[in-house]
């Protein structure tokens, strides 16, 4: 079945800007949402749509997607950005909801 | 406002049953698709199943085909997963689900997640 792969983590300093990425076979041509999630919590939306923002979350949150690789990017990182990020699809070929194995985004 | 209340996790022993509850308000409960989620204790997430907001569809994972099944009950806005033959890896935290999309042919993304529910499957 379709796989989405991300890194495990990504490490950046506060303000600084952070990139995370979601791969996957021909990504580009499938709508990818992602979520954040922090310790004890549920996972919240924070892009949908590659590139689409849910009403309150900040602009600092942007989508990007194309051919093999999708981008979480998150402008000026501040502490409460920490949190495991999750990419994920409707994968209409084997009727499938699929998420990536997360990213855990650690603020210096 | 859209809340979603599960209900029903515990400890089973492996090969026993559970069903977990998914009461929902807020929202025109038929209009848009269900879905479960689940994440084991320090894993990532993991789709389970989804039922259209039509009821006429509904959607497996590979790991629970055959062995769980998803309804609701309209007159209630609830939504169930009747899970059999349980196993140890299916300890998780199981969270209840709303899709973005209204009327739609499969689940699509989720806007809305319940606080969710811990399942247990040990003897």
């Known amino acids: 079945s379709y796989v989405l792969t991300q890194p495990p983590s990504v490490s950046v300093a506060p303000g600084q800007t952070a990139r995370i990425t979601c791969g996957g076979k021909n990504i580009g041509s499938k709508s990818v949402h992602w979520y954040h999630q922090k310790p004890g919590q549920a996972p919240i939306l924070v892009v949908y749509?590659?590139?689409e923002r849910p009403s309150g979350i900040p602009e600092r949150f942007s989508g990007s997607n194309s051919g093999n690789t999708a981008t979480l990017t998150i402008s000026r990182v501040e502490a409460g950005d920490e949190a495991d990020y999750y990419c994920q699809v409707w994968e209409s070929d084997s009727d499938e909801v699929i998420f990536g194995g997360g990213t855990k985004l650690t603020v210096l | 406002d859209v809340q979603l209340l599960e209900s029903g996790g515990g400890l089973v022993q492996p090969g026993g049953s559970l069903r977990l509850s998914c009461a929902a308000s807020g929202f025109t409960f038929t209009r848009y698709a269900m879905s479960w989620v689940r994440q084991a204790p320090g894993k990532g997430l993991e789709w389970v199943s989804s039922m259209t907001g039509s009821g006429e569809r509904t959607y497996y994972a590979d790991s629970v085909k055959g062995r769980f099944t998803i309804s609701r009950d309209t007159s209630k806005t609830t939504l169930f997963l009747q899970m059999n033959s349980l196993r140890a890896d299916d300890t998780a935290v199981y969270y209840c689900?709303?899709?973005?999309?209204?009327?739609?042919?499969?689940?699509?993304?989720?806007?809305?997640w319940g606080q969710g529910v811990l399942v247990t499957v040990s003897s």
């Open positions: 749509d590659d590139n």
């Open positions: 689900a709303k899709d973005a999309i209204a009327v739609a042919r499969n689940p699509w993304y989720f806007d809305y």
